[in-house]
């Protein structure tokens, strides 16, 4: 710690819409500025580097989720912020009691069940896209999927206008207060009564995930108030963040070359597709820690009691980890990439979002001989999202 230097300043603002639409220059300029940086336009430290990344991850003790998961410093006097994230945003031990009752929540019997849905409205679905040809696989797919099988099995209520606006209010919210945070803030205004309506114990449906939740809490297992927390996290991360991942494995399948005739010929291999799509194009672009004292990190000294970005998107592109990173390949080993994050936070819902675009992507596989692009694909710029708005897809059937 002695010989540990200043870290580094950026002069570059990583929200800014030019960067959100085309991240990986910037996060170029992060990882070679060193092991940690310091972005000036936020005064917050950063890293970008896959090492630095998962021991900012997996090192609560040091780097705490406790100061949300956000740009934001939630225990800062004034600080501007939703409530607070009863399983992300607390640390062991409390976390791990919480952790292990949502656990028992997706036991493998429930997949079981969530399997055989996906996989029938899965090919339902791709059905009915194939007498049209031309789709949005944006829209017509992977919001037309996961609005249908992840709201069947969360059991809750659904507006297509209200989940798309809460969605933009929860990805831009968590970054600075810049014009994509009020636009989204203005646009999610009108839901907010909804929103919280929905996370009732009257509008769940029975045998859902939310309200198993409620059972939970009936049963003394977890404390009053946090069942309606949990549906809250897993409407506001369980779609969107789904949604991003299938738009760009789907983008990177139609574009890049003699991969789908490659998942053809390897059918098997599905799953690979969602891991590299999401590993390249990684959907939670950023999220935070909070330092819990003076300490080291790579060399770098850091102060107590300041805010920590984890690029994760740059981590998975980090040419230190990851041979050829920028390059789509079906054949990589994905084990690692750092998407679903990891350590004591790792995506909980990592299994169901997997089992969603397996069963999408297979009910293709099964019909569909090309993917081809119909136009130019469209990135949305959201603060913490790598998310498309657009994607024209031609489908040729079999
Ligand atoms: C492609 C889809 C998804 C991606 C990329 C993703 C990504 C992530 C990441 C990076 C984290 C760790 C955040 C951190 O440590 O700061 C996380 C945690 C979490 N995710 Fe996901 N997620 C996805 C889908 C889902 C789904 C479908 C659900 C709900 C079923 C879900 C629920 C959660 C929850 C509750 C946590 C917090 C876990 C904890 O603190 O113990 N996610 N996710």
């Avoid at 950026?10 to 910037?26: A, E, G, Q």
């Avoid at 780097?63 to 939703?82: E, M, Q, V």
């Avoid at 789709?135 to 709201?151: I, L, Q, R, S």
């Avoid at 675009?357 to 081809?372: F, G």
Wanted: with cysteine; proline share 6%.
């Amino acid at each position: 710690m002695a010989d540990a230097i200043a870290p580094p300043s950026l002069d570059i603002d990583p929200y800014s819409t030019d960067v959100l639409l085309d991240p990986y220059p910037f996060h170029e300029t992060l990882r070679d500025a060193g092991p940690v940086a310091h972005v000036a336009a936020h005064d917050v430290y950063a890293v970008g580097r896959y090492d630095e990344a998962v021991a900012v991850f997996t090192d609560h003790r040091r780097f705490s989720t406790t100061g949300g998961i956000g740009l934001a410093d939630a225990r800062k006097p004034g600080a501007s912020f939703r409530p607070l994230n009863a399983l992300l945003e607390v640390d062991p031990p409390d976390h791990t009691a919480l952790r292990s009752v949502v656990n028992k929540v997706l036991s493998p019997a429930a997949v079981r069940q969530w399997r055989v849905d996906m996989q029938r409205d899965a090919e339902a679905l791709v059905d009915a896209l194939l007498d049209r040809r031309e789709v949005d696989a944006v829209t017509d797919m992977a919001e037309a999927y996961v609005f249908k099988v992840f709201v069947d099995a969360v059991g809750v209520r659904f507006d297509r206008d209200a989940i798309l606006a809460i969605g933009d209010m929860s990805f831009n919210q968590s970054g600075p207060q810049n014009a994509l945070y009020h636009r989204a803030m203005a646009r999610a205004q009108p839901y907010l009564a909804w929103f919280e309506e929905s996370q009732q114990r009257h509008n769940v449906a029975p045998g859902g995930i939310a309200e198993k939740f409620f059972l939970a809490e009936d049963a003394g297992e977890v404390q009053p108030g946090i069942a309606s927390n949990l549906v809250r996290t897993f409407v506001r991360g369980g779609m969107d963040s789904t949604i991003a991942g299938l738009g760009s494995t789907l983008l990177h399948l139609a574009s890049a070359h003699g991969q789908w005739d490659w998942l053809r010929a390897n059918p098997q291999k599905v799953r690979a597709a969602f891991e590299e799509g999401t590993r390249m194009e990684t959907p939670f672009q950023t999220t935070y820690r909070v330092t819990m004292c003076d300490t080291e990190l790579g060399g770098i000294a850091l102060e107590a009691d300041r805010k920590i970005a984890i690029f994760i998107g740059a981590a998975n592109r980090d040419p230190r980890r990851w041979p050829d990173p920028d390059r789509f390949d079906l054949r990589r080993q994905t084990v690692g990439h750092l998407a679903f994050g990891t350590g004591d936070h790792n995506c909980i819902g990592q299994m169901i979002a997997r089992l969603e675009a397996e069963c999408l992507l297979a009910a293709l596989l099964a019909r569909v001989r090309a993917i081809e692009p119909a136009g130019a694909p469209v990135w949305r710029p959201v603060n913490q999202m790598r998310t498309l708005d657009r994607l024209p897809l031609r489908l040729v059937p079999l």
